[in-house]
């Protein structure tokens, strides 16, 4: 059964900082891509960052360049997106995905970014 599961979402103020981890199991977490997206109310889903399966890669998206950071442990089959300096725009549920020959989608944590 194929999981991922994603923690760390949470209220923090604006400038500050959360970790976001998501734990895979089912499938082979070391030969597949991994990215985080993320979906604020009333807008569509959009990529956050990406990173290759073998970690020697990433990719992320203008808004977050600098401040969001994406990594990954292929021994704890676990991706993370550490986020510093959060502004409020950055409110929104954030999904993991995986991609191999199939795509799956994690079921989503709450970050909001309040005083």
């Known amino acids: 059964q194929v999981q991922l599961v994603e923690s760390g979402g949470g209220l923090v103020q604006p400038g500050g900082s959360l970790r976001l981890s998501c734990v895979a199991s089912?499938?082979?977490?070391?030969?597949?891509?991994m990215s985080w997206y993320r979906q604020a109310p009333g807008k569509e889903r959009e990529l956050v960052a990406r990173?290759?399966?073998?970690?020697?890669?990433?990719n992320y998206a203008d808004s977050v360049k600098g401040r969001f950071t994406i990594s990954r442990d292929n021994a704890k089959s676990t991706v993370y997106l550490q986020m510093n300096s959060l502004k409020s725009e950055d409110t929104a549920v954030y999904y993991c995905?995986?991609?191999?020959?199939?795509?799956?989608w994690g079921q989503g944590t709450q970050v909001t970014v309040s005083s």
């Open positions: 995905r995986a991609v191999n020959r199939y795509i799956y």
């Open positions: 990173i290759t399966s073998a970690g020697d890669s990433t």
């Open positions: 089912g499938f082979t977490f070391s030969n597949s891509a």
